[in-house]
């Protein structure tokens, strides 16, 4: 008997530029790929690194859209469909969708899943875009998103009036993420001193991230604890010259480590004592759950999606960070509690095997193709 045919998925995506929601599609990718799945990609603007992290890099065009509405990618998506025998479309956020709706006539020749990667922000709170997304949600086969928290943050704004909208939490390779053998050598490997103890945050400079507010603490806490360094982690973003110079004229710089983008992550939560997340608005951050599957604590905005995962004072801490002095005091209090941050730890590690595995992640994404695949025909 011969196999059954793969099942083809076309992503649309603004880009595979390093970030979470494009670690998210490359991580279910190389999950699904091949497993009777066939994942192709089109970047609306420019390639990115994360493509390199395709299972098939040749999978991956990019349809030169240029600045505002282009009627061109809307043609070259097109085009790129009928040439890959495309089944489903996979969209990412709305800017991606309009061009996915507009590709496929109103979703009429093709089915669409739709992923919204987080609660929608506050210049999209406006009567317009609101209804924008509620008419173009109705032409998708299924909305995903990745909390219950977001979930629920759409319905209340009247976005899921026909129960399209799904929670397909994120997962985190649990092997590939692990603690470290020997925590002081990670840190030394990094420059820093055997026993420092060391504050990081991972993730694009963007201001909803709030590494402002960090900074603020870092540079309050660090006269006071001689040992404590601050590793920041992540690249690109609106926010990036303003967050570079703010690191580069800290009165504690050179005890600040700003790495960059990393393809080699591990390494770098396994130098960490706590993982903070201050991002205002959040869906289900991978940061939070890379971090915790190295056995480091997380310290998150109690207001995000954040949330679902952690249990405060049991495998992590959540608090309303409303602003620096308040970080400043739960920083405090937390880094001069060495026995909480390695029973957190510990904890950390057992919740993400338990609940957040990336099969478990991969599993949702097979069954939303599956149903949309079978609409398709």
Not at 234 to 249: C, F
Request: aromatic residues 6%.
């Amino acid at each position: 008997m011969s196999a059954s045919p793969s099942i083809r998925v076309l992503h649309v995506l603004d880009s595979l530029a390093p970030g979470g929601l494009e670690n998210g599609v490359v991580n279910v990718a190389q999950r699904l790929h091949g497993q009777g799945f066939d994942i192709h990609a089109a970047c609306l603007r420019f390639r990115g690194d994360f493509a390199e992290r395709m299972p098939e890099p040749d999978h991956v065009v990019v349809l030169g859209k240029t600045t505002g509405f282009s009627l061109k990618a809307v043609r070259a998506l097109r085009r790129h469909m009928i040439q890959t025998g495309a089944e489903v479309l996979h969209s990412h956020n709305l800017g991606t969708l309009i061009y996915a709706i507009c590709a496929t006539m109103g979703g009429l020749t093709h089915p669409i899943v739709h992923g919204e990667h987080g609660q929608v922000q506050k210049q999209d709170l406006t009567p317009k875009r609101l209804a924008q997304r509620r008419w173009l949600f109705r032409l998708c086969h299924r909305v995903h998103v990745v909390s219950s928290s977001v979930k629920e943050n759409l319905y209340e704004l009247g976005l899921d009036p026909q129960r399209k909208i799904v929670a397909t939490p994120n997962g985190v390779d649990s092997e590939r993420f692990s603690p470290p053998s020997d925590p002081a050598a990670a840190k030394v490997a990094l420059g820093f001193p055997a026993d420092a103890l060391v504050i990081g945050i991972v993730g694009r400079l963007v201001a909803l991230k709030r590494h402002e507010l960090l900074f603020q603490a870092f540079a309050d806490l660090a006269p006071r604890f001689p040992k404590l360094r601050l590793l920041v982690v992540g690249d690109g973003g609106a926010e990036r010259e303003q967050l570079i110079a703010a690191m580069q004229a800290h009165p504690q710089a050179d005890r600040l480590l700003w790495a960059g983008h990393q393809n080699d992550l591990p390494r770098f939560y396994q130098a960490m004592d706590l993982l903070a997340a201050p991002s205002e608005i959040e869906g289900l951050s991978n940061a939070v759950l890379e971090g915790m599957a190295c056995g480091v604590p997380v310290l998150a905005h109690s207001a995000c999606g954040n949330a679902e995962v952690i249990t405060h004072d049991q495998d992590g801490y959540l608090a309303d960070i409303v602003d620096a002095p308040t970080l400043t005091k739960i920083l405090e209090r937390l880094i001069t509690d060495q026995a909480s941050l390695t029973r957190c730890g510990t904890a950390a590690r057992q919740t993400v095997l338990k609940h957040w595995s990336m099969e478990a992640m991969a599993e949702c994404y097979r069954r939303l193709y599956r149903e949309a695949a079978v609409r398709s025909k």
